[in-house]
Structure formats: C-alpha cells, structure tokens
C-alpha cells in the first residue's frame, strides 16, 4: 500500500511508468472503477483495517492534529488482522499506520511489526521494537541530503515544501527501508511455515514529492503538459475551492509541471521497491500460494483544478485508487473489473478468502465473486463516500454510480457530476434544469445508503437528528 498516489499513476495511463505495479496487473486484476471511502489518510486506512465507516470504528478525521475527534479506532473494533489471527494466520505490518496514535498494529490483530511510521510515541515505546525496526538507525548509517526543492508561503504564513530531489544512498531512503524489513518478514513468515498476512505499507509518494535524484533525473518537467483544468474557475462550484486554489497562487507553470515530473519520479521510486518485495516472494517459493494487493489511501490532486493534496475535494483525481489483485489460480490474468468497489471492501474480502469470522459491520462487501470471474460478476449500483474534515471540518457526503457522482456539502452548495458527458468534472450541475431528475434520484440514493450503513447524520426524524441531514439535504 502507498500514500496518497492516484489513480492514473499505473497502467500507462500518464507519463508515469509503474512495471512492478503493473506486473501484478498483468498477472491479475485491475480495478477500474475502485474508490477510497474518504479522501484522507488516518479514516480512509481505519476504514481499510475494519472494513466499516468511522461512526462504527471511531475513526472520522486525521488522529495526529489538535481538531481530531479520536485518537484512534477504538478499542473494541475488529479487524481483519485480529479475524486472520484467530483463524491461525501469521500476521505482519510494515511501514505507515495511521490509524491509532497512542496505539499500533499490535494491539489490533498484528503479531509483528516493523519500520514504524505515524505513530505518538507513546505507541512506538510500547510496542518494543527491534534496533534493525527503526528507520533512525538505517538513517545514520546511510545519510542522505536535500539537493533542490521548492518551498512556498501560504496566505497565512505557514510554508510547504512542493518538491525536493535527495542524494546520498539508496539504502538511506525510507522507501528502501520499508521494502527491506517487509523482505525481511516474507522471509521470516515463509520459514516459519504455514498461512501468513504481510502489509508493507509506504509513505511516498505523498508530498512533498520527494524523489531521489536518480529518479528525478529521469523526468523534463518541459515535456510534461499542464493539467487541463488548471484554469478552473470555481463557478457555480463551493467557495472553499477557491479559497484553497488561492492558497497555490504564488506558484507558476513551471513550478507545477516540476511539480509533477517529480511526482511521477517519486511514485517510480516506490514502484521500484515494489518490485524488490515481489521478487523476494518469489524466491521464498510462497508466490504461487499467495493473494498479492496492491492499493492506496486516497490520491493527490496534483494540480488539476488549480489545487494540490487531498480533502473535501470531491473530484475523481482525490477518490479514485489504483487497487490490482494478483492471485495465481484464482484471477484470470490481464482482468479487467469495471465494477464499482471501494478501499473497504478488502478486509471483507480477507476475512472472506483466509476463511476466516466475518466483521460485525457490513458497510463493505467481499470482493471475490469479482476477483474469480470479473467479467461476469454483478456491481453495485451506487456507493457512498464520507468526509468530516481534516484539520478543519466539514460536512461531506457523496454518493458516486457508474456515470454520476452527488454531493452533499453541509458547508456550501451541493455538486452534481457526469462522469461520461464532462469527465473533467469542470461543471457542477446541481441546479441545471436538465439534470433536476436525476439529482433527485442521486439525492434518494443518497439518503438510502445513509440510513443503510447507519450514518448518524441521516434524518431518521427523530429529535436527537432535527438538525443533521433534515436542515440542508435536499429531500429526494
């Protein structure tokens, strides 16, 4: 699993070339249609170990800022580590957590632990970790340095590095790190014998994108194109995308096309660490038995819309997740699902292959039925998406079919997209005359699937709800 890396990064699908990612792809399935459930780190990688959305798990923004609702899923959630667990699976994490800050993956299903990330220190003391765990000590052996970066000011004064290029050894880098201590795992699991969960989880290519130089030399920002709607307008559209965009204004279009040469650089780099834990599963002889997953969190705007990172931005380039499944025997190679599906749904799909005791939420389903035959298997018709902020918060809810996508801002005006007639998503249909019917049937839609999953926001008329969805969600 990556970090914040989109959609359109694998496949050929833009100038970025991802071989390992797609050597998995090529042997297996790819997802076209995969979402995250929310467009933010610390709730979309809860919602991936429980396989439920935040009101069921305790996880609703990031854990790791003053404005967090929670420190963490709570105490009494399941996961699919602790099911696979129980049902006899070793079981490893490596690399980026995230979804606790004073607690890690050993307190929730994971035997082994190793290269910790976005923890507090509280969990990191706790949790005993070996010498040859901690990046800190790899760090000091093997220094690396900054070489050129782009550093700008926002309007209140706080800076963000946009990009860097970093010298020095490859063994210093995280990235490396990280695919080390998980080939360490596969190893150790292989040895060990029996059935084994490993998740080698990577930071990068989050920003500041942060390739080392021998990536990023293989990148001329003159040769990358500007995105297409880098000129947005914002019209009809809520006024906190504007405020954001504005926030990048000092940059130039050469900064962005920089920006996302050296992206595409960083995302090349972990593709090539990728590769090395494929081909150390391969040599432990484990490959043929083995349901390979490869993902992310959410993505990165990366310009498009004159805005960068990710959030309350409900475009395709923020929601929509690389997400290939290998599994020799199981997936006919080359496979493409055009099935709607989300981040989610893989602890239902674990928990289902491993045979081992299902989660007491359903808010995702198990993606089998797809893996073992993707041309035949039926879709959903709609899923639901979630958002209640990040260091600011906000209502959010979005509701996304094959060609449409609502949503429902508690903050400002609603959105209504057609993803086959404007996939740019530059016009914001809500209140277009010709699109009236099916707003009401997305905003139906809507209120069904909140009232499914158990959304405390829903208007269910009761007393305690008279002022959630009922005062600004339009009824159906």
């Known amino acids: 699993m990556s970090d914040q890396q989109r959609w359109d990064t694998i496949g050929g699908r833009s100038g970025c070339r991802t071989p390992n990612i797609d050597r998995i792809a090529a042997e297996g399935v790819t997802f076209e249609r995969c979402y995250t459930p929310v467009s933010l780190c610390c709730p979309a990688r809860a919602m991936l170990l429980t396989g439920a959305y935040g009101w069921h798990m305790g996880v609703y923004n990031q854990i790791h800022v003053p404005e967090r609702m929670s420190i963490g899923l709570r105490d009494c959630a399941a996961t699919y580590a602790a099911r696979l667990q129980d049902a006899g699976y070793r079981t490893g994490y490596v690399g980026k957590w995230h979804a606790h800050w004073e607690k890690g993956p050993l307190d929730f299903g994971y035997r082994r632990a190793s290269a910790p990330s976005s923890y507090g220190p509280a969990a990191e003391d706790r949790a005993n970790f070996r010498p040859d765990d901690l990046y800190a000590t790899r760090a000091e052996k093997y220094p690396t340095r900054i070489e050129n970066e782009r550093v700008i000011t926002w309007p209140g004064g706080g800076e963000w590095p946009v990009w860097r290029e970093v010298s020095g050894p490859h063994e210093g880098r995280h990235a490396s790190f990280v695919a080390d201590r998980g080939i360490s795992l596969i190893d150790e699991f292989a040895e060990a014998g029996g059935p084994w969960l490993l998740e080698v989880h990577w930071p990068e290519p989050h920003d500041p994108y942060a390739p080392h130089v021998d990536f990023a030399s293989k990148h001329d920002f003159r040769e990358v194109e500007l995105p297409a709607t880098w000129d947005e307008t914002f019209v009809g559209k809520p006024g906190l995308n504007a405020r954001e965009a504005a926030s990048y204004g000092v940059l130039t279009e050469e900064d962005v096309r920089r920006a996302i040469a050296h992206y595409r650089a960083y995302t090349e780099e972990l593709d090539y660490h990728v590769g090395r834990v494929l081909d150390a599963l391969e040599r432990s002889g484990e490959a043929d038995g083995t349901l390979v997953v490869f993902t992310t969190d959410h993505g990165d705007m990366l310009g ?66 797809i893996i073992r035959d993707p041309a035949h298997s ?55 005359a010709a699109y009236a019917d099916i707003a009401f049937d997305l905003r139906g839609r809507l209120r069904a699937l909140m009232s499914k999953y158990g959304d405390p926001y829903a208007d269910s008329g009761s007393y305690g709800n008279l002022y959630h969805a009922g005062r600004y969600l339009p009824q159906s």
């Open 378 to 432: 039926p879709s959903r018709s709609e899923i639901m998406n979630v958002y209640y902020g990040g260091e600011f918060l906000y209502t959010q809810r979005l509701v996304i079919t094959h060609r449409h996508k609502y949503v429902f801002n508690g903050f400002d005006v609603d959105e209504l997209y057609d993803l086959e007639e404007r996939p740019l998503e530059s016009v914001n249909h809500v209140d277009d």
């Open 304 to 369: 498009d819309h004159h805005l960068f990172i990710k959030g309350w931005m409900p475009y395709e380039q923020t929601h929509r997740i690389p997400l290939v499944i290998r599994g020799p025997g199981l997936i006919p190679p080359g496979s493409i699902a055009t099935q709607l599906v989300q981040l989610h749904d893989l602890a239902h799909t674990f928990c289902d292959i491993a045979e081992a005791g299902p989660l007491p939420f359903d808010d995702g389903v198990s993606l089998e039925p």
